[in-house]
């Protein structure tokens, strides 16, 4: 790294005003890699394939993934422009507090730590359903029942956790390599999807059918109720495309961050939506039969590919998601730390001092990561009584905070119009009409995924049953009483939104406390 782009970022952030204590190690691809891991299209769609199918068919799967991919596209546009300006692992809630208020960088801030915690366990616990099919093809002993996916989330959790105590260059070049697996695995699978099985569906059944399985009724796009559930069945993309805030969570770590960090938001979703678009098509192109891959619920890619080909065939597919995956959870785990770091660097997270501490050693907010390793694994607790509604409900949490903290920036700065200073990155005049239809997305998935997903979790239709409950209301309004009371009786008075460490002179004297690099590394 050149003396004088180090010595950019470091005037940027004194701007911003904070210290230089984290690595800044991370070069232009690598900050790319870990938002376009986050989002993974080797790890959401497959995981979360069944929704789609089952709520809307081929119809919900492929074309629900490029509407979806349109959209987020202009969401991630917005807030690339805003991480230009205000690189700083803070991200979102920085922003939100910037250009609007202490109170509207405090509710951000919760919802974007939630939205955090909640896609870090959706990831690892859709990599433990893969992984156990992958295990039980390996050795048929291994079930495949919820006790033995949650034994598996939790190794999985642990090992993530272990991984992510190690300094930021190890870290960054892991998310290269798992950028170029998800772009090659996406090729390979495609590949043998298209050349090894006997059979393929039609083109009319991949982009036209229609199915529903919810329990509404409802077949075809004749139908309203119909609509509905293609709306929810859009969950399996809209959760695909979350985490890519990571690039500018990374921003601190990230050299040439002010326009490195933007790219990397933009890029990774753009990237996803070509990627995904060719993985999910071959996926449906290849579905043996229907009612099959309807009965294997969450184990839908596995039952597909074994019968589509053979057992090795879907063991080798499988190997290349299931490293994906693990790389997947290792970066979420990541981002998702230094936004707690960040915020309790600001004084908002009970325990603070605790998690904000840096090592002196690796440069890695070790408590932080400790915090939302054990967060994650207990929010997916409840998959233990129903693993299936347990991990929709997941994934509806997790999209539901990162969203709306997503939005809250993007409405803001539209409302800053010219007022508002950009960075390296910019998309001039055009957020006049991407951020307001930005907003305007996110508020629709937002309600969409507030709903029950069966007749039956509506308490008052008869059959109600609380196992198939969307508890993602309860979780999300519950947050947002919470931390409104909180600020209401308490924060007001002594959260002030970001908080500048110091003087020029003083962030210097914090930063010479730390190491040039971290322990067994070398400076790039």
């Known amino acids: 790294m050149s003396t004088a782009a180090h010595d950019d970022d470091a005037r940027t952030l004194h701007r911003l005003g904070y210290a230089q204590v984290l690595y800044r190690e991370m070069g232009g691809f690598s900050n790319f890699a870990i938002s376009f891991t986050i989002i993974s299209i080797l790890a959401g769609c497959l995981t979360s394939y069944f929704i789609g199918f089952n709520d809307g068919g081929p119809v919900a799967v492929v074309w629900g993934w490029l509407l979806v991919g349109g959209f987020v596209t202009l969401v991630a546009l917005g807030m690339g422009e805003v991480a230009s300006a205000m690189p700083t692992a803070g991200a979102i ?313 997503y939005g809250v920036p993007i409405y803001l700065r539209w409302r800053a119009g010219d007022s508002f200073e950009p960075g390296a990155w910019s998309l001039g005049r055009h957020y006049k009409w991407i951020n307001p239809l930005a907003v305007a997305w996110i508020i629709l998935i937002v309600i969409l995924f507030l709903m029950p997903t069966v007749p039956t979790a509506i308490p008052w239709h008869s059959g109600f049953d609380w196992n198939v409950v969307n508890y993602a209301p309860i979780t999300v309004g519950g947050v947002l009483v919470v931390v409104g009371v909180w600020w209401m009786v308490s924060a007001r008075k002594w959260f002030k939104g970001p908080v500048r460490e110091g003087t020029d002179e003083e962030l210097a004297r914090i930063e010479a406390g730390f190491t040039e690099a971290p322990a067994g590394t070398q400076p790039a």
């Open 93 to 405: 809630y920085y922003w939100s507090s910037k250009l609007g208020s202490p109170a509207w960088g405090w509710f951000t801030g919760w919802f974007n730590l939630i939205g955090q915690i909640g896609v870090t366990a959706a990831i690892d616990y859709g990599a433990a359903i893969f992984w156990t099919a992958l295990m039980n093809l390996w050795f048929p002993s291994v079930g495949t029942d919820t006790h033995t996916v949650f034994i598996t989330f939790s190794a999985i959790v642990a090992a993530h956790l272990l991984l992510n105590l190690n300094g930021v260059r190890l870290l960054g070049k892991l998310n290269s390599i798992s950028a170029w697996w998800h772009m090659a695995g996406v090729l390979v699978i495609v590949f043998v999807l298209i050349i090894v099985p006997d059979h393929h569906q039609s083109a009319s059944f991949v982009f036209g059918k229609t199915l529903n399985s919810s329990g509404f009724s409802g077949h075809s796009f004749s139908s309203a109720t119909f609509w509905f559930v293609f709306g929810i069945g859009l969950l399996m993309a809209q959760y695909t495309y979350t985490g890519y805030d990571a690039s500018a969570h990374m921003s601190e770590e990230t050299r040439s961050a002010s326009r490195s960090a933007a790219i990397g938001v933009v890029m990774s979703v753009v990237m996803s939506v070509i990627f995904g678009f060719i993985l999910l098509v071959a996926v449906t192109f290849a579905i043996p039969d229907v009612q099959g891959t309807l009965n294997a619920g969450a184990f839908d890619i596995t039952y597909i590919w074994q019968n589509a080909m053979s057992k090795k065939w879907a063991e080798f597919l499988l190997v290349i998601a299931c490293v994906a995956q693990f790389f997947c959870g290792a970066a979420s785990l990541t981002a998702a730390s230094r936004m707690m770091f960040a915020f309790s660097r600001d004084g908002a997270v009970p325990g603070r001092n605790l998690w904000r501490r840096v090592s002196t050693r690796t440069r890695v907010p070790v408590y932080a990561v400790c915090a939302i390793a054990v967060l994650s694994w207990a929010l997916m607790l409840p998959t233990l009584a129903n693993g299936a509604i347990g991990y929709l409900v997941g994934t509806s949490i997790a999209v539901i905070g990162l969203y709306i903290a």
